[in-house]
């Protein structure tokens, strides 16, 4: 186990050394992330860590890599995807442009999903998705649209549960322990780097999705971060959270209204 | 077996379990009148889909309130939280929750683990953690945390636990205070931080 002040110390460089704020990360969390780098390299002693990330950028890309969580699924939480799809989707469906974000993508399962259901609504062709994260290695991943093949009968089932009706396999080409997802979904989605943390509105949006990351940062930082999210929310637009998040303690709560009892809040004003 | 340790200042009990864990606390719970300035968290493994039934079970049961667990709210004593599937559970310094959906630990979202050695950081002595029955080793290396921090640890006496081999390993390598009979359980939680 590492001390608090040995966590902040490597806060601290790493602002100084690479600039990049974990300042406001949530501090249990990011403490079992730092150790868990720690035990996977094989360090002894913190001090031998701490100045491997100060002198090599390399090892520091790698620790970021890490500490950042990427711990996603297709049609994950599928419920969720199924009032998206009953719901959401035919709303949107009368705009003539549709802009989604998805922010903290990770390696794009959840991108894959949003865009097969566009598809399936008949509303791809007009649709662009916006997929962003941190991590610049899990954006080629994504960018790639490749899964690992055991996965496909979770996602399958997920994807039935979020009320799926086609032959989910139709959509990759199996091969060698991995699924190649079709390259038609790919071509409405822009995948960049963009870190919530520092960086700024880069656009409108009609909904914006951002499930699982605010458990990861503090109070302040999700108040910014939700700030930044209502500033790329076009009026009745709507705003995508994990399960267990909340705008409860960031946002005014007359500016949204939530929708049943999912985790998708829409701008109504 | 058990030692004679006056619980005072308690600030959170968490309460972790596997197999078998579920009736047990189904039996105590509804018993316990009020919690004398302690919260209780529960951390049991279960499916997702089961999410909501251990949650309405207490409502309509127990005379203590359940709190829905979401990310940063703010842990309050007289209340009971519980973790929710998928999500471990960490307690955090400024006394919120916050949830993590990181890697599995002992093949576990939410792990015991996790959450014992969570709390023992931020509450250190006044941590009480409480590991029932189950059949993996989930929670034998947090309570050794909880205990390095000074908290009480207690298990359940394998020979009344539904699954002996989670109780066992805690004994075998944690040393409890207290291991504990269904029917012991129950005056042990309501003894806490009453002089």
């Known amino acids: ?269 | 077996m058990e030692k004679n340790k006056v619980i005072t200042n308690c600030k959170v009990v968490i309460i972790g379990g596997s197999a078998g864990s579920l009736s047990v606390l189904l039996q105590i719970l509804p018993q316990i009148p009020k919690l004398n300035d302690f919260a209780i968290v529960i951390v049991v493994h279960r499916k997702s889909t089961d999410d909501q039934t251990l949650e309405d079970l207490l409502k309509l049961k127990s005379n203590i309130k359940v709190k829905p667990v979401e990310d940063k709210v703010p842990l309050t004593s007289g209340f009971v939280y519980i973790a929710p599937s998928n999500y471990h559970l960490l307690f955090e310094k400024n006394h919120t929750l916050s949830l993590d959906t990181s890697e599995k630990i002992n093949y576990s979202r939410p792990s015991i683990d996790v959450s014992f050695e969570s709390a023992a950081e931020a509450y250190g002595k006044s941590v009480v953690a409480i590991l029932l029955s189950g059949s993996n080793s989930d929670g034998t290396n947090g309570l050794k945390v909880v205990k390095d921090f000074g908290g009480t640890i207690a298990v359940q006496n394998p020979l009344s636990a539904e699954m002996p081999f989670m109780p066992n390993n805690a004994i075998l390598y944690s040393n409890p205070d207290f291991i504990l009979n269904k029917e012991e359980m129950l005056d042990f939680i309501n003894s806490i931080n009453k002089e």
Request: glycine letters at 4%; aromatic letters at 14%.
């Open chain 1, 1 to 269: 186990m590492i001390k608090d002040i040995e966590l902040e110390t490597l806060i601290n460089d790493v602002y100084e050394y690479y600039g990049f704020d974990f300042g406001s990360y949530s501090r249990a969390s990011l403490k079992r992330r730092v150790e868990r780098v720690i035990q996977l390299d094989g360090f002894l002693h913190f001090h031998e860590f701490l100045s491997k990330v100060r002198y090599d950028p390399e090892y520091y890309k790698r620790v970021v890599d890490e500490i950042t969580v990427n711990v996603t699924e297709m049609f994950r939480d599928p419920a969720f995807y199924a009032v998206v799809r009953n719901e959401i989707l035919p709303l949107l469906g009368t705009k003539p442009f549709i802009r989604l974000w998805h922010a903290g993508c990770s390696t794009g399962e959840e991108v894959y999903s949003m865009a097969i259901m566009l598809k399936e609504a008949g509303l791809l062709h007009k649709s662009l998705i916006y997929a962003t994260d941190i991590n610049a290695t899990v954006l080629e991943t994504a960018k790639k649209g490749i899964f690992p093949l055991r996965m496909m009968k979770e996602y399958s089932e997920n994807y039935r549960t979020a009320g799926g009706k086609e032959d989910f396999s139709s959509y990759y080409i199996a091969n060698y322990g991995i699924a190649k997802f079709d390259e038609e979904l790919a071509t409405k989605m822009v995948f960049s780097q963009h870190n919530l943390v520092s960086d700024n509105s880069f656009n409108e949006f009609d909904l914006i999705l951002c499930r699982n990351v605010l458990i990861y940062f503090d109070n302040d930082l999700q108040k910014r971060v939700i700030n930044l999210f209502d500033e790329s929310l076009a009026v009745l637009g709507f705003l995508a959270l994990g399960t267990k998040e909340t705008l409860k303690y960031s946002i005014d709560s007359n500016k949204y209204k939530q929708l049943d009892k999912e985790k998708i809040w829409r701008k109504i004003k």
